[in-house]
T-cell receptor
Framework: EAAVTQSPRSKVAVTGGKVTLSCHQT?????MYWYRQDTGHGLRLIHY???????EKGDIPDGYKASRPSQENFSLILELASLSQTAVYFC?????????????FGPGTRLTVL | GDSVTQTEGLVTLTKGLPVMLNCTYQ??????LFWYVQHLNEAPKLLLK?????KRTEHQGFYATLHKSSSSFHLQKSSVQLSDSALYFC?????????????FGQGTKLSIKP
C-alpha cells in the first residue's frame, strides 16, 4: 500500500521564526501536494509538484515556499511563521495528474505558531 | 469559480440509522467527484469516486450517485456503525484542472452514538 510519511508530527513555532515541514513518499509517485486544514475550511492546496526540482503554486501559496529535491521528498517552508499559519498540514502523493487520480495522504503535521 | 459545498458541519446519529451527507458543486467543466474519509488522528483516505452521470458508486457500505442535473454527489449509507464516526470530505476535480488538483468542501463530521 501507498506510504506517505511526514515529520515532525507536531511542532510549536514562534512568530517570525522559520519552519520546515517534511514529507517522504515511497510510492514512486510523480505528483506531490501540500494542503492545510482549518476547521470549517476543509483542505486547501498550498503548493504542488509533478517533477523533482520543480514546484507550482496552489490556491493559497502566500507565506509558503516549497522544495522538491527528489521524487521522494517534498518540503514546505515557512520563512517567517505567523499566527495565521497555525493549522494541520497534510502532504499527499498521486501517480498521475489526471482528474480521476487518487491522492494518498500522510498523517499530517499539527503546527502551532505562538 | 469552481467550488464544493457541504452544508452540514456536524451530523450526529444513533447506530443503525441511515445517513446522507450532502455535497453540491459548481463548475463549468466536466466534473470528477470524490469522497474522502478521515478518522480521528489518521490521514484522509479515498472512500469513493465518480465521473459518470446517474450511476451509483459503492464502497464499504457507502454509496453515492453523481447527478449532473442538480450538481450533487451526496454520500449515503443505509445503516451506520460506530466505526463510521469520522470527518467526511467531498472533493471536485474539474476536467480543465491538470496536475490532479482537488477542490475540497468544508467537511462534515459524522458522530455515531451507541
Amino acid at each position: 500500500e501507498a506510504a506517505v510519511t511526514q515529520s515532525p508530527r507536531s511542532k510549536v513555532a514562534v512568530t517570525g521564526g522559520k519552519v520546515t515541514l517534511s514529507c517522504h513518499q515511497t510510492n514512486n509517485h510523480d505528483y506531490m501536494y501540500w494542503y492545510r486544514q482549518d476547521t470549517g475550511h476543509g483542505l486547501r492546496l498550498i503548493h504542488y509538484s509533478y517533477v523533482a526540482d520543480s514546484t507550482e503554486k496552489g490556491d493559497i501559496p502566500d507565506g509558503y515556499k516549497a522544495s522538491r529535491p527528489s521524487q521522494e521528498n517534498f518540503s514546505l517552508i515557512l520563512e517567517l511563521a505567523s499566527l495565521s499559519q497555525t493549522a494541520v498540514y497534510f502532504c499527499a502523493s498521486s501517480d498521475n495528474g489526471g482528474p480521476y487520480a487518487e491522492q494518498f495522504f500522510g498523517p499530517g503535521t499539527r503546527l502551532t505558531v505562538l | 469559480g469552481d467550488s464544493v459545498t457541504q452544508t452540514e458541519g456536524l451530523v450526529t446519529l444513533t447506530k443503525g440509522l441511515p445517513v446522507m451527507l450532502n455535497c453540491t458543486y459548481q463548475t463549468t467543466y466536466s466534473p470528477f467527484l470524490f469522497w474522502y474519509v478521515q478518522h480521528l488522528n489518521e490521514a484522509p483516505k479515498l472512500l469513493l469516486k465518480s465521473s459518470t452521470d446517474n450511476k451509483r458508486t459503492e464502497h464499504q457500505g457507502f454509496y453515492a450517485t453523481l447527478h449532473k442535473s442538480s450538481s450533487s454527489f451526496h454520500l449515503q449509507k443505509s445503516s451506520v456503525q460506530l466505526s463510521d464516526s469520522a470527518l467526511y470530505f467531498c472533493a471536485l476535480s474539474p476536467m480543465n484542472y491538470n496536475q490532479g488538483k482537488l477542490i475540497f468542501g468544508q467537511g462534515t463530521k459524522l458522530s455515531i452514538k451507541p
